[in-house]
């Protein structure tokens, strides 16, 4: 089983920048999406960033393209989201999700080399953590 265990959020202003932190204790796949969602209040759960470690492809959301960034340390099983440019609508809860292990076979991406096999779709993912909130304030 994965647990998944965010850090770094906090208040920031207009134009700030931050970085959440995902432990993912017990994972060792590199074949699994790991992928960063957020929920604001009275919204729909929605995909910000993937990350696929076997080729380090990465897919982002249209609304923090150029902004987010998504990356990880293998050597210490962690996902980070680097946040810059924050604007009051990144205001949400954040959390961190990882695919499922029936995902994790040899050859899953030989079809689309150099591409992320999954998507920003919930259902996608079935471990989540507990979130860290982000607020920016204008």
């Known amino acids: 089983r994965v647990q998944l265990v965010e850090s770094g959020g906090s208040s920031v202003q207009t134009g700030g920048s931050l970085r959440l932190s995902c432990v993912a204790a017990?994972?060792?796949?590199?074949?699994?999406?790991l992928a960063w969602f957020r929920q604001a209040p009275g919204k729909e759960r929605e995909g910000v960033a993937a990350?696929?470690?076997?080729?380090?492809?990465?897919k982002y959301a249209d609304s923090v393209k150029g902004r987010f960034t998504i990356s990880q340390d293998n050597a210490k099983n962690t996902v980070y989201l680097q946040m810059n440019s924050l604007q009051p609508d990144d205001t949400a809860m954040y959390y961190c999700?990882?695919?499922?292990?029936?995902?994790?076979?040899?050859?899953?991406?030989?079809?689309?080399?150099?591409?992320?096999?999954?998507?920003?779709?919930?259902?996608?993912?079935?471990?989540w953590g507990q979130g860290t909130q982000v607020t920016v304030s204008s």
């Open positions: 990350i696929y470690p076997d080729n380090d492809s990465t």
């Open positions: 017990t994972y060792n796949s590199r074949r699994r999406c």
């Open positions: 999700a990882a695919e499922p292990e029936y995902l994790d076979f040899p050859g899953r991406n030989d079809a689309v080399p150099g591409r992320i096999p999954c998507g920003l779709n919930s259902y996608e993912f079935n471990y």
